[in-house]
């Protein structure tokens, strides 16, 4: 009688046990993945990358002038140069605010960027997606018909970042944007809508394969004789990193640097040549 007693108990114990460790995996931390990039920047756009709070990471990227730019040019490393220099603050784990300044332009840009999803290892969120965006001052002197108003020195860009790692070699993004100018020239449109799709691939431990390409989605109001749609741009290069360095090398056809610059205003096209070398340098501090 007292083993069909013990028996008895234990069924009715049974669902409890069950419950508990139903109970105990729910309780498990489901474990962001690692990030999908080294650095803030995919060569010519941003990542979905976002450090910790208390990061600071300072840039320099630097643009020689175009390989078919001139015969005294050295492929364009005698012409001259765009340049940005830029610091960004994490502020959260989950948010940056930066600012940067460029050389062509006189280009003064106040820029942030948000996490909204983080890629989880179990995979229950297969992508991490992200939100950068800006705005920016064009701080040339005024003249020659030039900024009528204080708000014409003004364009801003919107991006959603969706990045996922593949593997601890492969991470893939794509990136839709909106560009806009408060004052244009004439005939172009205010706003871009553009879609950015890039890459990185791992051939060893501190150096990955890099490409980027960016697609403006625009027909501006063109005379007959004169083309100003932007052009595509194309970036292809190499990335060496550490812990807190990352330096990128490459060749592409786009030099604004500030991104509404070039999905808006890209003259280059990269299959007829019209390329050039560049690189970007990060490096971060923690407090």
Known sequence: MRK???????????PF???????????????PERPAFESTTLIDNQTNVLFD?????????????????????LA???????????LSYA???????????????????????AGILRQTRSGRIPVSVSYYGNFV????????????????RYSY????????????????????????????????RNDVVAL????????????????????????????????????PGFSLGFEFSTSGHAFQLFISNLNGIVPQKNYVKNPNDFFYGDFLFGFNITRNYNF
């Not at 364009?76 to 830029?86: D, K």
């Open 17 to 31: 046990f069950v419950l508990s460790q139903e109970k105990a995996k729910d309780s498990i931390v489901d474990k």
């Open 91 to 113: 502020v959260h784990d989950r948010l940056t605010v930066g600012f940067g300044t460029t050389k062509f332009d006189r280009l003064q840009d106040f820029n942030w960027k």
């Open 196 to 231: 950015s799709a890039g890459g990185r691939y791992k051939i060893s431990e501190q150096t990955a394969i890099m490409v980027d390409y960016s697609h403006p989605f625009v027909h501006h109001l063109n005379d007959v004789e004169f083309d100003i749609d932007p052009q």
């Open 53 to 73: 709070k208390n990061t600071l990471e300072v840039m320099m990227q630097h643009r020689f002038g175009l390989v078919n730019g001139g015969t005294n040019d």
């Open 137 to 152: 001052i064009d701080a040339r002197k005024k003249g020659n018909g030039l900024f009528p108003t204080k708000q014409s």
């Open 4 to 14: 069909y007693i013990l028996l008895f108990v234990a069924l009715l114990s049974s």
């Open 157 to 188: 860009f919107n991006q959603l970042i969706i990045a996922r790692r593949f593997s601890p070699k492969l991470s893939l993004q794509i990136a839709p944007s909106v560009s806009h100018y408060n004052l244009v020239e004439h005939r172009m």
């Open 76 to 86: 364009g490393f005698w012409a001259p140069s765009n340049i940005r220099m830029a």
